[in-house]
């Protein structure tokens, strides 16, 4: 049995538009999602490590179009940097999958807890921790504890916030702000404060949690916004309010295109 699940934007007319989950899926072979990046990981939020899910980009971009309007407007389409299918191959994908010739891949994701209590989303791409205005300081501070024991100094911070991404997000926004491209399969987390104000010489501002430790946050802002795989999940957090995150995440077995395999 097989779960589609379609971006709003897309001209197939199936079932189950991502917005409009709000159920963990459950009872299926095989979730496939149609959109994009963003698709897919509003799927995985309603998953666990039980159910494999294959993306299909919808609206890749294509390199002529790119060339033709370069001189007018930007025209990249969908990244679907994880979508292992196209229009092209998903019936070739879809049999490689129902003969077994094709298998998934355990993706990390990531563990959020607010106040010692675990959010129900795990997120696969990264997380924004920020005020919510953009212009607004974002202050906090966070150590590395590693089997119980602190294994990095206290970095107090005042910045524009702070971005944590696992390997599948290490391409995104991680990668645009300076970070660094990290192994599909790594389990490890990469941080990196955003636009710290004198940072000095200070190399903790960008850093890796390994797979064995976690981040502590405490949130020194009167509030703040805790941002999940982009825009559209968001949880609240206020003044004193610690934050750990951790790789300690059930895996999501993920489809993945040719090129991370070979």
Known sequence: ??????????????????????????????????????????????MD??????????DPTKAEEVEEHSEDFDATRSTGHLCAATIKNF???????????????????MSINVNSKQLSIFPLNDVLIAHPC????????????????????????????????????STAAMLSAGGFRMPILSRDLQYLVREPISPGANSSVHGVVKSNESMEIKWFSEEG?????????????????????????????VFLPSHFLS
């Open 1 to 46: 049995m097989c779960t589609l699940l379609t971006n709003q934007t897309s001209s197939l007319a199936l079932p189950a538009p991502k917005s409009n989950l709000s159920q963990p899926i459950r009872d299926v072979d095989l979730v496939v999602t149609i959109g994009g990046d963003g698709t897919l990981l509003q799927a995985s939020h309603f």
């Open 49 to 58: 490590n039980s159910i494999p899910i294959l993306g299909i980009n919808s």
């Open 91 to 109: 019936e070739q994908m879809l049999d490689d999958i129902l003969e077994n010739r094709a298998v998934p891949s355990e993706v990390a994701r």
């Open 134 to 169: 953009p212009a607004t300081v974002s202050r906090f501070s966070f150590r590395i504890w590693r089997e119980g024991e602190q294994c990095s100094p206290l970095l107090n911070s005042r910045s524009s916030g702070l971005r944590v991404s696992t390997a599948a997000g």
């Open 225 to 253: 916004l805790i941002y999940i795989d982009g825009s559209h999940v968001v949880f609240s957090v206020q003044f004193g309010d610690m934050i750990e995150l951790s790789p300690k995440a059930p895996s999501l077995n």
